[in-house]
């Protein structure tokens, strides 16, 4: 599963422009999001929170183009809550941010 670093560093680029410092700094925001957002999948409690989750994860990758994520995070929220599966494919890809 590969990640997209090429897009994020050129949305990120896109955003702020080539402040190499800057665009360090988001990255390392958007990686502590996206794992508190594998956090709120891991506990979700029923599918609604699951659902939820899934789609806050979603937006975040998309909103930094991590186009991969966001189509991992949008298949999440069509399983059921705590699909091991999917945990695993979401822990696997947030960690190679």
């Known amino acids: 599963m590969a990640v997209d670093p090429g897009a994020i560093d050129a949305a990120l680029s896109a955003a702020v422009g080539d402040d190499p410092a800057l665009i360090a700094e988001l990255r ?39 186009v991969r994520l966001a189509a991992l995070a949008t298949e999440a929220a069509r399983k059921p809550a705590r699909d091991a599966s999917m945990v695993k494919q979401l822990r696997q890809m947030i960690a190679r941010l």
């Open 28 to 66: 390392a925001a958007f990686r502590d999001s996206a794992r508190r957002g594998l956090a709120a999948i891991e506990t979700a409690q029923d599918d609604a929170a699951w659902r939820a989750a899934a789609w806050r994860l979603k937006g975040l990758a998309a909103s930094f183009g991590a």
